[in-house]
């Protein structure tokens, strides 16, 4: 079967070229501002320091020109820890209900060297180390067993590159991981695992003010990536699906790579300024196979969590899941460390 972008990845550049074309409008203003910009960022940094829990976080301008690729990449160097995808807790029914399952994710990652090794004021090797563990749990049940769990550690250099682009329109980082695992640790016919190697580039749109840091929000005021894979040793998979007579394969389900999109902030202000969408979908994949996450948080005042919505559309929502269709939502809290 021919493989091709599905209508809603059409959509999800759409929007991102139509919030570019916003903002290129305004580009020509930035210059003529440039120095008070600069001095209203040194002084704002100043005050507000950077949150210790943001993956797409891009370091101050001057800190940009003494090390144009930080091994932090511009993720925050006081802590040792920080989040790599999202941190959640969320219910789809209530629990009386025998159908009730908790969601949940914990995601964290680790700097493996400092951002203090440069040649010609470059660091070669900004190297992370980060694990991701996503479970259900089937809390309407008797016993409350869980349904799976899926474990997710990587190896990865993130590269800042941090190009314009055209006006506020940048390439903000580009990701190497030499290995990615994901298995759900279950036996005999359950058992389901896969390995990756991929290449992620990311692309921001770039707030006309400084956006706050809190719970891994962007600080951009979008961002879209790509993402491409290889992936290997799926042999459970193939194994499963031949043991119920189809001819599918895995990867028409997972897909060789991904887009998403996330948009920071375009909702509301005031005191509940902070929100942000993040969608995403699998690409080169069987086009019958959609798949499709919708996940939206809304910062809560004076809180270091936020609300959290979680839609899934299509296959692949888990590994044990993969070749299931789901159509459900989520809702609970996301929370930083």
């Not at 021919?2 to 570019?20: D, N, W, Y």
Request: proline share 5%; net charge positive; hydrophobic share 35%.
């Amino acid at each position: 079967m021919k493989i091709g972008p599905s209508c809603v990845e059409r959509l999800v550049i759409a929007v991102f070229t139509a919030l570019l074309i916003s903002g290129g409008s305004a580009a020509g203003e930035l210059p003529m501002q440039a120095d008070s910009v600069k001095a209203v960022q040194r002084a704002d940094t100043a005050r507000h320091p950077q949150s210790v829990n943001n993956p797409e976080n891009t370091s101050p301008p001057e800190q940009q020109q003494r090390s144009p690729q930080s091994a932090d990449s511009g993720k925050t160097s006081n802590r040792f820890v920080s989040a790599n995808k999202v941190n959640y807790f969320s219910v789809n029914r209530w629990h009386k209900s025998s159908e009730a399952q908790v969601k949940f994710q914990i995601s964290m990652e680790f700097p493996v060297l400092r951002p203090n090794l440069y040649v010609f004021k470059y660091n070669l090797f900004p190297a992370y180390v980060a694990y991701t563990q996503k479970s259900l749990w089937n809390v309407g049940q008797h016993s409350m067993p869980f349904e799976e769990s899926n474990y997710n550690p990587e190896f990865y250099l993130d590269y800042p590159v941090n190009a314009v682009i055209i006006g506020r329109f940048k390439l903000r980082n580009v990701v190497i991981s030499p290995i990615e695992h994901e298995s759900n640790g279950l036996a005999s016919g359950q058992s389901r695992s896969w390995n990756r190697q991929y290449i992620l580039i990311k692309f921001g749109l770039e707030s006309k003010e400084r956006l706050e840091v809190m719970n891994s929000f962007l600080t951009d005021r979008a961002l879209l990536y790509l993402r491409m894979w290889n992936a290997s040793s799926y042999s459970d998979e193939t194994t499963y699906l031949r043991s119920i007579g189809s001819s599918d394969r895995f990867l028409d389900y997972m897909g060789r790579g991904e887009i998403g999109l996330r948009i920071r902030n375009f909702l509301w202000g005031g005191s509940l300024r902070d929100h942000q969408l993040d969608m995403k979908t699998p690409i080169f994949r069987d086009m019958r196979k959609e798949s499709y996450e919708f996940e939206f948080r809304q910062q809560l005042p004076k809180m270091n969590c936020a609300l959290y919505v979680q839609y899934w559309y299509g296959y692949g929502e888990t590994l044990l899941r993969f070749n299931q269709f789901g159509n459900r939502g989520f809702v609970g809290l996301s929370f930083s460390y």
